[in-house]
């Protein structure tokens, strides 16, 4: 049953969401296993919305501990069809500064411990990924920035990192010569997984510290972070209340139909066990 249209999963600093009516709290099993948390349901900007802290409330899963798959999985039971994603990371260039906000339209994977598809289990699917957000979700939140007055910057490459510790100098420095934009542990994994499951998927990247490359800036800690991240929550809470009073009703993006010819396999030829398990992605294909 429909119990949301749009998805927000906040990051580090945004636990909650504020103005949120009709509030309740559901807890949702996935054939993946349990998202990070319950998810909460209510009505923002008259728009049926729900929210997963990422890292669960009192910030308890590393980024690698995270069961991504649960989580947008769990999105797509609950109806959504579009998520707003909201992430602290590193700037990797002098332009990005602190409590700027930063909408990247590429990704680089530089993780190695974590499943990153809805598929496997006899079903081989290969989804398009050339252009890895939905540039519909991604435009509305850098309209919403500007409503709110934040600094926000559209287009811009994020590199995901499997962490949890931050970049050694080499490391930051080798990013920088790709030309990347900013560093994170945790989205694209949320895009790769989006669009299997053709939900619109965009993130806010809210930038916190320089990570270590940038002299005479002292290399990144915890605290710093932190100090940043509060100043952060509270302008995202801002953003993206605007982004979900400013998402246009219709869709006129193909993430709907990412599926429509990636899957492989011989219908004849997937198990039932999975053929069940994905029914949710499967029944309009198969």
């Known amino acids: 049953m429909k119990k949301a249209e749009i998805g927000i999963i906040g990051g580090s ?4 969401m504020p103005g949120l009516t009709n509030v309740r709290e559901e807890r949702v099993t ?3 296993g349990d998202p990070s948390d319950a998810f909460i349901l209510g009505e923002l900007e008259g728009r049926n919305v729900a929210f997963l802290a990422r890292h669960g409330r009192g910030h308890r899963i590393l980024p690698s501990e995270l069961n991504f798959r649960a989580n947008i999985f769990a999105m797509k ?5 579009r998520i707003l994603s909201v992430s602290a990371v590193g700037s990797l260039k002098e332009e990005h500064k602190p409590t700027d906000f930063v909408m990247p339209d590429q990704f680089i994977d530089r993780t190695f411990a974590r499943v990153s598809t809805l598929f496997g289990d006899g079903i081989v699917a290969h989804v398009g990924f050339g252009d890895p957000v939905c540039s519909t979700v991604a435009s509305v939140f850098q309209k919403a920035c500007d409503a709110v007055g934040v600094v926000g910057k ?3 490459t994020y590199v995901c990192m499997e962490g949890p510790q931050f970049s050694t100098r080499a490391e930051s420095n080798l990013y920088r010569s790709w030309g990347a934009d900013v560093i994170g542990m945790t989205n694209l994994q949320e895009a790769k997984l989006s669009r299997e499951a053709e939900i619109c998927y965009a993130t ?3 930038v916190t510290d320089y990570d270590c490359w940038r002299e005479g800036h002292d290399d990144v800690t915890i605290d710093q972070v932190v100090a940043v991240l509060h100043q952060n929550a509270d302008n995202a809470g801002k953003v993206v ?12 993006c193909g993430c709907g139909d990412a599926l429509k010819y990636a899957i492989l396999t011989d219908r004849k030829a997937i198990p039932v066990e999975t053929r069940q398990k994905l029914a949710i992605l499967l029944d309009k294909y198969l």
């Open 13 to 16: 600093g945004l636990y909650a």
């Open 30 to 32: 996935t054939p993946f």
């Open 77 to 81: 039971m609950l109806g959504v069809e």
């Open 154 to 156: 559209s287009g811009g």
């Open 204 to 206: 806010m990247a809210m």
């Open 241 to 252: 209340r605007s982004a979900v009073a400013k998402m246009p009703i219709e869709k006129a």
